[in-house]
């Protein structure tokens, strides 16, 4: 993720922000078969905030293999595409 999108609340020296990410597996069809939700609090310093705005931020979410055969999933059968979204959603200021 980009860094430099992001907009950060700065409070005592630090930059402050709240990232939610959303992993969802669904078959090429669009039916729903996992998910999963992750928070991550940023209460960045200096050299922080200049690190991930030089390199970006990382982020990896692991599902378990789904437990039914994916006859129509997109490695069988086309894709209905990869998607990924950012929504920055700022904190009001205390």
């Known amino acids: 993720m980009d860094a430099k999108a992001l907009r950060f609340i700065q409070r005592d020296a630090r930059s402050i922000q ?10 090429s069809s669009g039916e729903f078969l996992d998910g999963k939700q992750a928070i991550m609090d ?3 310093g200096l050299a922080t905030l200049a690190e991930f705005e030089a390199k ?3 982020a990896t979410a692991q599902l378990p293999p789904p437990t039914r055969r994916m006859a ?6 086309g ?5 990924i979204g950012a929504w920055t959603l700022v904190p009001e200021a205390q």
Not at 18 to 27: A, K
Request: aromatic letters at 4%; proline letters at 4%; charged letters at 20%.
């Open 18 to 27: 709240q990232l939610t990410f959303t992993t969802v597996l669904e078959t």
């Open 42 to 44: 940023l209460d960045l």
């Open 56 to 58: 970006g931020i990382q």
């Open 72 to 77: 129509d999933s997109p490695s069988h059968s």
């Open 79 to 83: 894709s209905r595409g990869q998607r």
